[in-house]
């Protein structure tokens, strides 16, 4: 049903989302439990709704890749001006009334808008949250580099503007794993086979799980390390300071003892 076929164009579309499954959202929370700002860490995802803001505006994120990007002519007007009239302004007009602006008076300019038509992959996605402090990334550092040079699709002209849009302070959804029936871009309805393996995964992940990031687990060697060092030092002047008191003859015999 929801098969495209890359070797023909009549099912390149995207298809809406198509069912909701109450079931599997619930046993991906009781998974993955909840963030404290209230996002599941795990969510079931139509993947052509999916969203993310690239070259300038929001574009699908899972992209078919074996379907050609297309501009797509959505709406051809006009724009007209009496040019007897030194102080007329452009005027927009509909194909269909350019009848009423002959050509002896006005001019005629024709503008075609076009639509660049992504495919995404139409299957559902298991995403994972990801808070803004695990991103990778800061504010500062997003914010200095989403004004740049970049060439939109729709018009193929390099322009200066908002690349990337504004930090995700909210924090980020990203890919798990597609669900399909097998092969790579085929069609399955989330089940609980699916469940299974994603709590495998699950499990083994958490076999791995860090408490702390690595920059902590490595401060937390080196100071284990240092704490190691002063007590062998420690222990070491102790023995020497043993070894080292000073002696005194015994009041009978001649052997020598410690003076405590």
Avoid at 7 to 18: D, H, I, L, M, V
Avoid at 141 to 157: I, K, Q, S, V, Y
């Amino acid at each position: 049903m929801f098969e495209i076929d890359p070797f023909a164009e009549s099912t390149w579309r995207n298809y809406s989302k198509p069912a909701e499954f109450p079931g599997f959202d619930r046993a991906l929370r009781e998974l993955g439990g909840t963030h404290v700002n209230g996002h599941p860490m795990l969510r079931l995802t139509w993947a052509p709704d999916h969203y993310q803001v690239q070259l300038g505006r929001p574009r699908r994120y899972y992209v078919d890749t074996r379907i050609p990007t297309r501009k797509k002519l959505a709406r051809v007007y006009y724009q007209v001006k009496d040019f007897t009239d030194p102080f007329a302004s452009w005027q927009t007009v509909e194909p269909n009334d350019l009848g009423n602006y002959p050509g002896e008076v006005y001019l005629h300019m024709v503008h075609h808008d076009r639509e660049v038509v992504t495919i995404a992959r139409q299957q559902w996605c298991i995403e994972q949250f990801f808070p803004p402090e695990r991103l990778g990334d800061t504010p500062e550092a997003w914010n200095a580099r989403r004004h740049r040079m970049f060439t939109p699709p729709e018009t193929g002209l390099p322009e200066f503007g908002d690349c990337d849009g504004p930090f995700p302070s909210e924090g980020l959804y990203r890919l798990v794993c597609f669900i399909d029936r097998g092969t790579e871009y085929s069609y399955r309805a989330p089940a609980p086979e699916a469940l299974d393996l994603l709590r495998q995964a699950w499990q083994s992940r958490e076999q791995y799980h860090r408490l702390f990031s690595r920059n902590k687990e490595v401060a937390n060697a080196y100071a284990a390390a240092e704490e190691r060092d002063r007590k062998r030092l420690k222990d070491l002047n102790a023995l020497l300071d043993d070894e080292l008191k000073p002696y005194d003859r015994a009041a009978e015999g001649d052997a020598f003892v410690s003076v405590p």
